[in-house]
């Protein structure tokens, strides 16, 4: 399975040994749609001061961002091509709408073909890549990009692979099961996206060095015993310690012991496993 889903690499270096980068023939290799991009200012975990307040984030290679419609609210277009995005797991379905003379981005089911019509509304059919409320969508349907509430954007089921499989439904509300195991009760008028999202193999992928963590805007992350003691409370001490204390924050603040329990949901009617 691997030869058909992997580029065959020739191992040079010890990072290309490890390297695994997927075959994307049918992804559009060209510039995006402009007038559907735009420029976003990258904090890269700095604050106005430029110290570093999140340690784990910063640099990254430069990105354009795509507007992608959520909302999918009475539109209809033909796919022109596949694309990728650097700002999301999944790929990006370019549509063309002919009646408005207009491009839009849609989240790419998985299977969905290069010139299919793909439409969004109340009359919509019952085929892949259609968006239509769930009062509409037979039991037992693959869904994704749902939302919570008539009129709002697609919130679940947005990254590479996952979906939503509508269970029941009463007078008022449908049930659906999450990726996570969780059960959930949307209203009837939320709107939901037929399929499930594309690049589903995007776990098998392994980055193979710690460059291309960078390219992706992640920085080191480096425990606190590691530290000196002006970094951390648990740094410093002579060769290799435990801490010295119980586990603790930068800033000294205990990490176990505390409640981390919200109050429930009563929409949730099956939580999700906590490990």
């Not at 023939?25 to 991009?37: D, N, R, V, Y």
């Not at 995005?85 to 299977?111: G, Q, S, W």
Request: with cysteine.
């Amino acid at each position: 399975m691997e030869n058909l889903l992997f580029k065959k690499i020739r191992p040079t270096t010890p990072s290309q040994r490890a390297l695994k980068v997927f075959k994307k023939p049918k992804l559009w290799a060209k510039k995006p749609i402009k007038q559907e991009t735009s420029s976003l200012q990258r904090k890269a975990g700095r604050n106005q001061k430029g110290q570093i307040t999140v340690f784990q984030k910063g640099g990254g290679h430069k990105k354009v961002y795509r507007t992608v419609d959520f909302q999918r609210l009475n539109t209809a277009g033909i796919v022109e091509a596949i694309e990728y995005d650097p700002f999301r797991t999944a790929y990006l379905a370019r549509l063309y709408d002919n009646a408005k003379k207009k491009h839009a981005y849609i989240l790419a089911p998985k299977n969905l073909c290069i010139g299919s019509l793909v439409r969004s509304g109340q009359e919509a059919e019952i085929k892949l890549g259609h968006a239509m409320p769930l009062r509409r969508i037979p039991v037992g349907s693959l869904l994704h990009n749902l939302s919570t509430a008539e009129g709002k954007r697609g919130q679940y089921c947005r990254a590479a692979g996952t979906y939503a499989q509508l269970i029941q439904k009463t007078k008022n509300y449908a049930r659906v099961r999450l990726s996570s195991g969780e059960q959930r009760l949307i209203q009837l008028n939320s709107y939901a996206t037929l399929g499930v999202v594309s690049n589903e193999n995007r776990n098998l992928n392994s980055i193979g060095k710690a460059g291309r963590n960078r390219w992706l805007g992640k920085r080191p992350n480096v425990r606190g015993v590691a530290m000196n003691p002006i970094d951390h409370p648990h740094g410093g001490g002579e060769g290799k310690t435990s801490g010295g204390r119980p586990s603790v924050t930068p800033w000294g603040k205990p990490t176990k012991g505390s409640k981390t329990s919200r109050s429930r949901n009563s929409l949730i009617v099956v939580p999700r496993k906590k490990n």
